[in-house]
T-cell receptor, first 116, second 111 residues
């Protein structure tokens, strides 16, 4: 398996622009997570999906952030408009919950976002 | 999730075993011990997990004490590529989806 795939790996944009981050989870996994990592705040969960349905988006900073999962193999995280404080590394992770499963989250390589 | 305590940093000579300790004295009966690591500029990487029995996989071994209040992650033959921050996490699978990473242990493998 190729693991969790994220694109782009690096993104540099100007304040006010729309940014779209993409994630392909591991095939067969039914949970997908979006995290953000900064030096100041560490790793923060933004939102997670189960079977393509958003379950908990309490970590989404504000209305400028939105996430979708149109099918089991694709998810997007969109920031519109972007701000310099959104600069961070964004990770996507997936896991298999299963019935009584001991889910283990597998992370993608991350998207390094810089908003100027 | 139970609180964990790890030393902030450790060094290990290349080729030697790296033993990373973790204290989780408040662990409850249904909580598992998970280990992840994060190599600089990469995503966190799952290493191993266990409940009460010792576990081994291709990456590492996990030794959990009989009272389950502490555990040790063992990298049998550390290489320079094992230099990373190692995180010990205690959680009940399915109870809370977020992985909460503490400060971890910075392992530096020295040539």
């Amino acid at each position: 398996d190729a693991g969790v795939i994220q694109s782009p790996r690096h993104e540099v944009t100007e304040m006010g622009q729309e940014v779209t981050l993409r994630c392909k989870p591991i095939s067969g996994h039914d949970y997908l997570f979006w995290y953000r990592q900064t030096m100041m705040r560490g790793l923060e969960l933004l939102i997670y999906f189960n079977n393509n349905v958003p379950i908990d988006d309490s970590g989404m900073p504000e209305d400028r952030f939105s996430a979708k999962m149109p099918n089991a193999s694709f998810s997007t995280l969109k920031i519109q408009p972007s701000e310099p404080r959104d600069s961070a590394v964004y990770f996507c992770a997936s896991s298999f919950g299963g019935r009584g499963g001991q889910e283990t989250q597998y992370f993608g390589p991350g998207t390094r976002l810089l908003v100027l | 999730d139970a609180k964990t305590t790890q030393p902030p940093s450790m060094d290990c000579a290349e080729g030697r075993a790296a033993n990373l300790p973790c204290n989780h004295s408040t662990i409850s009966g249904n909580e598992y011990v998970y280990w992840y690591r994060q190599i600089h500029s990469q995503g966190p990487q799952y290493i191993i997990h266990g409940l009460k029995n010792n576990e081994t996989n291709e990456m590492a071994s996990l030794i959990i004490t009989e009272d389950r209040k502490s555990s040790t992650l063992i990298l049998p033959h550390a290489t320079l590529r094992d230099t990373a921050v190692y995180y010990c996490i205690v959680r009940v699978p399915g109870s809370a989806r977020q992985l909460t990473f503490g400060s971890g242990t910075q392992l530096t493998v020295l040539p």
